[in-house]
């Protein structure tokens, strides 16, 4: 444990006294909020053998940076915001390519390479090399996007500052979003998978393999996966309903685009190497 996350911690512990006055607490909370602006802290990785690590030291001091702030208004044009949190800067020397209409907030990381859309990355958030985020697709806080993703028009991916100890969202490098998924509570997309248009995902929805009917896993689309939105029949007491479920409907060999979702570098050239 870093000195400064055991000083996060202790801040934490302490949460309801602290106020905007507190120098020593917002040093340290400013000081992780930078280090996650430059990528030098996540909140969760992907471990090697595939396990997500969440280190809740650094959601909590996002936790604290809301408590240490106050409100402050914020004047562009005709426009007229009130807010505690500042948004992100300096994204042409982080080789990234922000259209009017984005915003993501400081606190969120954003690698070479990532085109914002007029779109939405709240603080947490952590977003790898190439990834497209398209027309008003949202990466909630804390959600970690991997590389070469594209997350389509409209896509939603949640955010998990609330509640205490839910698992970020995690979409693995090269998959494809459709357009209009949510994706929430933890929920997992595998590398290169291609999520249908229209998917809900969270860690309660089955996700079964088309060709054997076995359940898969619940809110998890494992590796090279094509997936679509379905309905599975289910009893209750008041009748017969469909509940949602994703169905696994082809597999992808390894490192495979599919063929409708291959990107298009002329709209992703902006001229840094990824
Ligand atoms: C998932 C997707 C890639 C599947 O393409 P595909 O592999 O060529 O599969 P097909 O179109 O042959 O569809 C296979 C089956 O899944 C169904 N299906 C396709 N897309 C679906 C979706 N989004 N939701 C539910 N079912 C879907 C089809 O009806 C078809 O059923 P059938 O076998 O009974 O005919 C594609 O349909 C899709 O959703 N692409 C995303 C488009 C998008 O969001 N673009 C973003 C632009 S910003």
Redesign the pocket.
């Known amino acids: 444990m870093t000195s400064l996350e055991s000083r996060i911690d202790a801040w934490y512990e302490r949460i309801d006294t602290l106020t905007p006055d507190n120098v020593e607490a917002r040093r340290d909370v400013e000081l992780v909020i930078t280090k996650l602006d430059d990528g030098q802290l996540r909140v969760a990785e992907v471990e090697p053998g595939g396990a997500v690590t969440v280190h809740e030291w650094v959601r909590r001091a996002i936790l604290l940076l809301f408590r240490l702030r106050g409100i402050q208004r914020y004047d562009v044009g005709p426009f007229e915001y009130a807010d505690k949190l500042e948004l992100k800067h300096d994204f042409e020397r982080r080789g990234v390519r922000v259209v009017p209409g984005a915003s993501a907030r400081r606190g969120s990381f954003l690698s070479p390479g990532v085109i914002l859309m007029p779109s939405y990355v709240n603080i947490g958030a952590w977003v790898g090399a190439g990834t497209m985020v398209?027309?008003w697709a949202t990466v909630g806080s804390c959600a970690q996007i991997g590389a070469n993703v594209?997350l389509?028009?409209g896509v939603g991916i949640g955010g998990v500052l609330e509640p205490a100890n839910a698992v970020p969202v995690v979409i693995e490098d090269d998959a494809?979003i459709?357009?209009?998924c949510m994706i929430v509570e933890g929920a997992r997309v595998g590398r290169g998978s291609?999520?249908?248009?229209?998917?809900i995902l969270n860690p309660s929805i089955p996700v079964i393999d088309a060709q054997t009917g076995d359940e898969l896993s619940r809110g998890h689309v494992p590796d090279f996966c094509?997936?679509?939105?379905?309905g599975r029949r289910r009893e209750f007491p008041g009748g017969e309903y469909v509940l949602p479920c994703v169905l696994v409907?082809?597999r992808l060999s390894e490192g495979e685009r599919?063929d409708?979702?291959a990107l298009n570098a002329i709209l992703r050239d902006h001229g840094v190497a990824t």
């Open positions: 398209d027309t594209h389509a028009g494809f459709g357009s209009r291609v999520l249908g248009a229209g998917t094509v997936a679509v939105s379905a409907i082809r599919h409708k979702v």
